[in-house]
């Protein structure tokens, strides 16, 4: 298996198989938003896991850069259906922490709640997920949180976490400024929704659970972090 980043992908014609083999498998429509054409992955990173003999993809994880903010947002992490369980995840992860994630560079990911997402034969368990991302070092915010609509016609997707990533070696922080994350959150939610996205109440409420110190926990320590959500309109 090599792992390839998105120009060796490319010449590779690997790019545009990603949707269908991978992505669309692997997560509910809501958090993907449109469907990708040909190799046009809305992503500013990308890398591959590819089986050389075979030519098969076997998986990818993508991650968008918020300049503003100075966030790294990794998006998905996926291993295509039959190919589960052969540390493929494992091998993607390490490359992520080892590529992406130095200097000053906020780099966070988003999952699903488990407390609130039922295991599916589809898109995975939601604990399983926690766990493997437990082994790499990263901790959940204690805030609660929602994903912006990643396009006209889907909805937000509530009951989500979001968690902070460390590179390889370095020792797990404790806490995460506010003022940093409310910068990407209100970055994250004008590049999806538009500007008046900040108006909202949902979106006002959210930003107002992100005080000046977010402690950062374990994902075995779950329960510290709260699971609430915006009051809904009507």
């Known amino acids: 298996m090599r792992i390839l980043d998105r120009a060796e992908s490319s010449e590779l014609g690997l790019v545009e198989r990603l949707y269908p083999e991978v992505i669309a498998p692997s997560f509910p429509s809501e958090q993907v938003g449109r469907p990708w ?26 991650a968008e850069i918020l300049p503003r903010s100075d966030t790294l947002l990794v998006g998905y992490l996926a291993t295509r259906p039959g190919a589960r369980g052969r540390g493929i995840g494992s091998a ?58 990643l396009g006209e016609g889907y909805g937000r997707s ?50 107002d659970q992100y005080g000046e110190e977010l402690e950062l926990v374990s994902p075995s320590g779950l329960a510290l972090v709260p699971d609430a959500e915006p009051p809904r309109s009507g």
């Open 92 to 149: 993607l992860m390490r490359e992520v922490q080892d590529r992406w994630l130095t200097g000053e560079t906020l780099a966070l990911t988003e999952l699903d709640d488990p407390r609130h997402h039922e295991p599916d034969p589809r898109h995975g368990d939601p604990w399983a997920r926690l766990r493997f991302y437990e082994r790499f070092g990263v901790r959940v915010l204690a805030a609660p949180y929602f994903q912006p609509s």
């Open 158 to 207: 509530y009951h989500l976490l979001l968690c902070r990533l460390s590179a390889r070696g370095e020792s797990a922080p404790s806490a995460a400024a506010g003022a940093r994350v409310r910068l990407f959150l209100r970055e994250y939610f004008t590049v999806c929704e538009g500007e008046q996205s900040l108006e909202d109440p949902e979106v006002r409420w959210l930003l």
């Open 37 to 62: 054409e040909g190799a046009d992955i809305p992503a500013d990173l990308l890398l591959v896991a590819w089986e050389e003999g075979s030519g098969e993809v076997l998986g990818c994880v993508t």
